[in-house]
C-alpha cells in the first residue's frame, strides 16, 4: 500500500528553524511531484513548496527566501527546511505527491503539526 511518512514537526520560537521529512513507501512506480502543503485554523490548505522529480521548484510568495525543498529520488524522500519562522507558519502541513501510474494519482500523508511562538 502506497503512503507517505511525515517527521519533523514541532514547536519553535518566531526566528527558529525546522525541517520536515517525508518518505513514499509501498507500491510507488514514478512519482512525479513531491511537496508540502499547509492548512492553518479556519483556513484553505495551500501549496507550501513544491519539487518536480528533475529538480524544478516552485513555492508561496510567502515562504520565498526563507523555505527550501529538496529531494532525494532515490530514496522517495522530499524534504522542507524552514528557516526564519513566523507566527504566521503555524499549521499543520501535509506531504504530497503524485504518480500516474500509481493506485489513484495524488497522495497526502496525514500532517505533522507545525507551531511557532512568538
Known amino acids: 500500500q502506497a503512503q507517505l511518512m511525515e517527521s519533523g514537526g514541532g514547536l519553535v520560537q518566531a526566528g527558529g528553524s525546522l525541517t520536515l521529512s517525508c518518505a513514499a513507501s509501498?507500491?510507488?512506480?514514478?512519482?512525479?511531484?513531491m511537496g508540502w502543503y499547509r492548512q492553518a485554523p479556519g483556513k484553505q490548505r495551500e501549496l507550501v513548496a513544491i519539487v518536480t522529480r528533475g529538480g524544478r521548484t516552485n513555492s508561496a510568495d510567502s515562504v520565498k527566501g526563507r523555505f527550501t525543498i529538496s529531494r532525494d529520488n532515490a530514496k522517495n524522500t522530499v524534504y522542507l527546511q524552514m528557516n526564519s519562522l513566523k507566527p504566521e507558519d503555524t499549521a499543520v502541513y501535509y506531504c504530497?505527491?503524485?504518480?500516474?501510474?500509481?493506485?489513484?494519482?495524488?497522495?497526502w500523508g496525514q500532517g505533522t503539526q507545525v507551531t511557532v511562538s512568538s
Open positions: 504530497y505527491c503524485n504518480d500516474p501510474a500509481a493506485a489513484q494519482y495524488d497522495y
Open positions: 509501498g507500491s510507488f512506480f514514478r512519482i512525479n511531484d
